[in-house]
T-cell receptor, first 115, second 114 residues
């Protein structure tokens, strides 16, 4: 079965710092990759997704992620974080060959941004 | 556009009680999912449904029952609640056409079993 690992449980940054959150998955075939964000007290929202094509994908609110197939990674980046980016971030994967689109989530990374 | 709603938003119940969490979506999405969110585990899939009357187990189905008699509703029942089922429960839906696989999440139900 596929799995997703997010290496950082809690990241603390100051505003304007750069952000990179790691995500690795374990599956050798075709994958669809997602980053979701959960702001305090809210439901999950999609930040960005990768299905095919350009491995550098851009999402909402200035976030981007790069799919590196050889490293089984899909790291999330933002050049300059804001206090409003404080949230929990989840990486998720859907593997090819399934018709049900079942998402497998990582454990989540809590991002705290200090003003 | 109501989207996807869950009720109740908060629930406290006692060990051994049966409790049902409701999920309703207005998009006519064919796929629906139930997840539980626990610290250190992220979100784990409990059950999912590809269409009305079609359901299947996810990663952590034990102690839960689902049904889907109508496309728009996907209730989750805890037949005899245990403290280990204290969690935040999220319902999601997806169209799954054209391999988009994007899932839309409800606001969640915070369940406490005492």
């Amino acid at each position: 079965a596929q799995s997703v690992s997010q290496h950082n449980h809690h990241v603390i940054l100051s505003e304007a710092a750069s952000l990179e959150l790691g995500c690795n998955y374990s599956y050798g075939g075709t994958v669809n990759l997602f980053w979701y964000v959960q702001y305090p007290g809210q439901h999950l929202q999609l930040l960005l997704k990768y299905f095919s094509g350009d491995p550098l994908v851009k999402g909402i609110k200035g976030f981007e992620a790069e799919f590196i197939k050889s490293k089984f990674s899909f790291n999330l980046r933002k050049p300059s974080v804001q206090w409003s980016d404080t949230a929990e971030y989840f990486c998720a994967v859907i593997t090819g060959g399934t018709s049900y689109g079942k998402l497998t989530f990582g454990q989540g990374t809590i991002l705290t941004v200090h003003p | 556009d109501a989207g996807i709603t869950q009720s109740p938003r908060y629930k406290i119940t006692e060990t051994g009680r049966q409790v049902t969490l409701m999920c309703h979506q207005t998009w006519s999405h064919s796929y629906m999912f139930w997840y539980r969110q626990d610290l250190g585990h992220g979100l784990r899939l409990i059950y999912y449904s590809a269409a009305a009357d079609i359901t299947d187990k996810g990663e952590v189905p034990d102690g839960y029952v689902v049904s889907r008699s109508k496309t728009e509703n996907f209730p989750l029942t805890l037949e005899s609640a245990t403290r280990s089922q204290t969690s935040v429960y999220f319902c999601a839906s997806s169209e799954n056409r054209g391999r988009t696989y994007e899932q839309y999440f409800g606001p969640g139900t915070r369940l406490t079993v005492t």
